[in-house]
C-alpha cells in the first residue's frame, strides 16, 4: 500500500486487494485507480458502489377493498367485519424494507377445500372480479433476496348473487296464486343476513333461512331478502280467492284457472293439512265437471250449412265461433284437378282466430259432386289432398288444422286439359320439388325441373313445342352438366 492506494507492479495481470469487510447494513462507496508504472500517472478513478442489506422486510398488512353499491351493502359488509363483498375486490400486501427496497409479494391462496396455489405479485395489488371464498396469506421479498415471514390468513369472499326466492313464481309466470304460498329463502353464497314479507305494503314477517314459511290470505305480497354481501332479492305475487264453482263456465279462461289450481295443488299438497288436501281436491273436480258441461262439442256457421265437431277430449269454448268464407275470387294455388270450390274455414273467438285443441271433423256443404276430393292449402301454398266422403249432406274430413279448402271432382279432367297451362309445384306430393309448365296443354311439361324424380336437377325449355329440348342442361342424364342451345337432336 502506498499513500493508501493498493499497488501492482507489472501491466495485465490479475490482482487481488486485500479483503474489504462491511459487517452493517448500508451502502459503500469504493473508487479504484490504475497508475502507470513508468510515468508515473495515475487515471481517473473508477467509482463503485456497494450496498449491504441482510435484514427481510416487515411482515406484509393485507388489506381488502371493494366498492359497495348501496348504504345497506356497507353496513352488512361492516357487519361481516368486511370479509364479504359483492362486487370485484382489490387486496392491497402492504411491507416496508430500509434498504434495497421491496422486489415482489409471493402469496398463497387456499380454499375451502384446502388446495393451495402460490402467485406473485409485484405491485402488491391483486383484483378479484369472480365469486371466491379463500384464504390469503403473503410474504414480502426486498432486492436483495430477503423474505418477510408469512403474514397471517385472511379470509376473501366474493358473492354477487342474491338470495334464492323459491315457493312463488315471477308475475310474469303467474299474475296472481289461488293456494297458499311456502316461501323458502336461502343463500349458497354468503348466506341470508334477513329477508322479510309485506303484505298490502305493510311488514306482515319475517323469514328463517332455508325455512318453508307460509302464506296465505288474499293480499298482495312482497319478499325482501338481503345476504351477507349486501345482495338483495325481491318478489312479489298476489293471492287471490278461489272463483265460486258458480263462476266457472266452458271457456278456456276457466280451463286456465282449474289448470294453474291443480298445478298449485300438486306442488303444496305435502304441506297441506288432510282438510285442506279435501277441501282443494272437491273444488278442482267440481270445477271440472261444471267446465266440461259447459263446453260445446258441435260449432255451427250461423247459417248451419256447415259445421265442426269436435272428436275425443277435444271440445270447444262456447264464445267460440266457425266462419266459413267462398274464396273462390282468390289466388288459388295450382291442383292437380280442377276445382269449383274454394272456403276459408277458421274458429274465431272475438277477434282473434284460433285453432282447435286436438282433432275435429269438419262438415262442408254437399256441392252436388258425385265422388268429390278435398285438397287443403296451407298458409305457404302447399297443396296436399285429404281422404273424405259424403254423409248426411256435408262433405266431411278430419284434421287437426283449420286452413284453406279446395274441393274438386275426381271424375273432372286434369286441370291442364281444362286450361291448357299447368304450373306444378311438387306435383308427386312427395314433398320434393317439382316444377313443370305446360304451355301449349298437352299435360306434358316444356318447362321441367328435374322431370325424372331423381333428385338430380334437369332443365328443359321447349321453345317450339315439338317434344324436344332446345335449351337443355344434363341431357344424357348423367349427373354431369350439358349445355345445349338447340334444337337438340
Not at 452493517?24 to 510515468?39: A, H, V
Amino acid at each position: 500500500n502506498k499513500d493508501g492506494y493498493d499497488e501492482i507492479s507489472s501491466d495485465g495481470i490479475n490482482f487481488q486487494t486485500t479483503p474489504l469487510i462491511y459487517q452493517t447494513d448500508g451502502e459503500y462507496p469504493i473508487t479504484f485507480y490504475l497508475k502507470n508504472s513508468t510515468t508515473g500517472i495515475i487515471a481517473k478513478g473508477i467509482n463503485y458502489q456497494v450496498k449491504i442489506d441482510q435484514t427481510p422486510p416487515t411482515v406484509p398488512t393485507l388489506t381488502m377493498n371493494q366498492i359497495n353499491t348501496s348504504r345497506m351493502a356497507r353496513l352488512i359488509n361492516f357487519l361481516s367485519f368486511g370479509n364479504w363483498m359483492n362486487t370485484g375486490a382489490e387486496v392491497i400486501m402492504s411491507s416496508t424494507d430500509g434498504t434495497s427496497g421491496i422486489d415482489n409479494y409471493s402469496y398463497v391462496e387456499t380454499d375451502t377445500k384446502g388446495t393451495s396455489n402460490t402467485k406473485t405479485s409485484t405491485t402488491g395489488k391483486v383484483t378479484y372480479q369472480n365469486d371466491v371464498e379463500i384464504g390469503i396469506t403473503a410474504k414480502a421479498c426486498d432486492k436483495a433476496g430477503n423474505c418477510s415471514d408469512l403474514s397471517a390468513s385472511e379470509t376473501l369472499m366474493i358473492d354477487r348473487k342474491g338470495p334464492e326466492i323459491t315457493g312463488v313464481k315471477d308475475q310474469s309466470v303467474y299474475k296472481y296464486y289461488y293456494l297458499p304460498r311456502f316461501v323458502n329463502v336461502k343463500d349458497s353464497g354468503s348466506g341470508l343476513s334477513y329477508a322479510e314479507y309485506l303484505k298490502d305494503g305493510a311488514q306482515a314477517g319475517t323469514i328463517q333461512e332455508n325455512v318453508n314459511e307460509r302464506i296465505d290470505g288474499v293480499g298482495k305480497y312482497e319478499v325482501n331478502a338481503i345476504d351477507n354481501a349486501g345482495n338483495e332479492s325481491t318478489l312479489s305475487f298476489e293471492i287471490v280467492p278461489l272463483p265460486d264453482i258458480d263462476d266457472i263456465d266452458g271457456s278456456d279462461e276457466s280451463k286456465d284457472i282449474i289448470d294453474q289450481v291443480k298445478d298449485e295443488y300438486e306442488d303444496i299438497k305435502d304441506k297441506l293439512t288432510d282438510d285442506e288436501k279435501k277441501e282443494y281436491k272437491d273444488w278442482i273436480n267440481d270445477a271440472l265437471n261444471k267446465w266440461e258441461s259447459e263446453r260445446k262439442k258441435v260449432i255451427e256457421t250461423d247459417d248451419k250449412s256447415a259445421k265442426v265437431e269436435g272428436i275425443g277430449n277435444t271440445s270447444f269454448d262456447p264464445k267460440t265461433e266457425l266462419i266459413v268464407h267462398d274464396i273462390s275470387n282468390q289466388i288459388i294455388p295450382p291442383l292437380p284437378k280442377n276445382a269449383n270450390y274454394y272456403y276459408d274455414v277458421y274458429l274465431k273467438k272475438g277477434d282473434v282466430q284460433i285453432q282447435p285443441n286436438g282433432d275435429v271433423k269438419v262438415y262442408l256443404p254437399d256441392v252436388n259432386i258425385e265422388k268429390p276430393v278435398i285438397y287443403s292449402i296451407d298458409e305457404n301454398g302447399k297443396v296436399k289432398e285429404i281422404p273424405c266422403k259424403k254423409e248426411n249432406g256435408y262433405i266431411t274430413f278430419i284434421t287437426d288444422k283449420l286452413t284453406k279448402y279446395a274441393i274438386a271432382d275426381a271424375n273432372s279432367e286434369t286441370k291442364c286439359e281444362l286450361n291448357g297451362i299447368e304450373i306444378n309445384i311438387d306435383t308427386d306430393g312427395d314433398g320434393k320439388p317439382d316444377v313443370n309448365i305446360d304451355i301449349d296443354g298437352d299435360c306434358k311439361p316444356d318447362i321441367n325441373i328435374d322431370t325424372d324424380d331423381d333428385g338430380i336437377p334437369n332443365t328443359n325449355i321447349d321453345t317450339d313445342l315439338d317434344g324436344k329440348p332446345d335449351y337443355n342442361i344434363d341431357t344424357d342424364n348423367d349427373g354431369k352438366p350439358n349445355v345445349n342451345i338447340g334444337p337438340v337432336n
